[in-house]
């Protein structure tokens, strides 16, 4: 069974750092495209990074709002897949969510983890 | 950045009608058109993909339809589960980009 666990959400200053984990299981995180996407409190889906599988060398992209501050990266002996945001402000609360996507039905994400929700206040 | 717009942003509905949500992309994207089911509180749920196929498990009462820049997500008879925000994607080029939502409630 295919699952994607979050973690790593939590209260941080305007100005701090936090790093998100996604744990995955039921496949190979190599073979696939990942994507973080986020939701602001009340608000609608963005997608703020992508990165592509190992055949494609993890090629990675980001959304201009989040450009030069989150990385993208993976560890493969783990399965897990990493969001590291840094100088955060206090536009990225929200609840920030790794989804898969399945090049075979469209690119569409078929899987998504249950959300991490991250709040930047002081 | 390809803008995707939904119709309408909320709307009544009661259990047994039909619904429609309409959603146009700001250029062509082909049949690369997501739609997806959100509850609150939990991560979105594909619903159909590639414009018109339905995802399995989803049931038969939800439809899609559409290319180019205009499309459809349809619901047959609604039931009381299906009250919840939808919205629409599109994947034909990155950034994958997401309609504002549609909001269908009692």
């Known amino acids: 069974e295919v699952q994607l666990v979050e973690s790593g959400g939590g209260l941080v200053q305007p100005g701090g750092s936090l790093r998100l984990s996604c744990a995955a299981s039921g496949f190979i995180l190599s073979d696939q495209y990942m994507d973080w996407v986020r939701q602001a409190p009340g608000k609608g889906l963005e997608c703020i990074g992508r990165t592509r599988d190992k055949a494609n060398n993890y090629i990675t992209e980001y959304a201009a709002s989040v450009q030069g501050r989150f990385t993208i990266s993976r560890d493969d002996s783990k399965n897990i897949l990493y969001l590291q945001m840094n100088s955060l402000k206090t536009e990225d609360t929200a609840v920030y969510y790794c989804?898969?996507?399945?090049?075979?039905?469209?690119?569409?994400?078929?899987?998504w983890g249950q959300g991490s929700l991250v709040t930047v206040s002081s | 950045d390809i803008q995707m717009t939904q119709s309408p942003s909320s709307l009544s509905a009661s259990v047994g009608d039909r619904v429609t949500i309409t959603c146009r992309a700001s250029?062509?994207?082909?049949?690369?058109l997501n739609w997806y089911q959100q509850k609150p509180g939990k991560a979105p749920k594909v619903l159909i993909f590639a414009a018109s196929s339905l995802r399995s498990g989803v049931p038969s009462r939800f439809s899609g339809s559409g290319s180019g820049t205009d499309f459809n997500l349809a619901i047959s008879s609604l039931q009381p589960e299906d009250f919840a925000t939808y919205y629409c994607q599109q994947t034909y080029r990155t950034p994958r980009t997401f309609g504002q939502g549609t909001k269908v409630e009692i």
């Open positions: 989804a898969r996507e399945e090049p075979r039905q469209g690119w569409n994400f078929d899987y």
């Open positions: 250029q062509s994207i082909s049949t690369y």
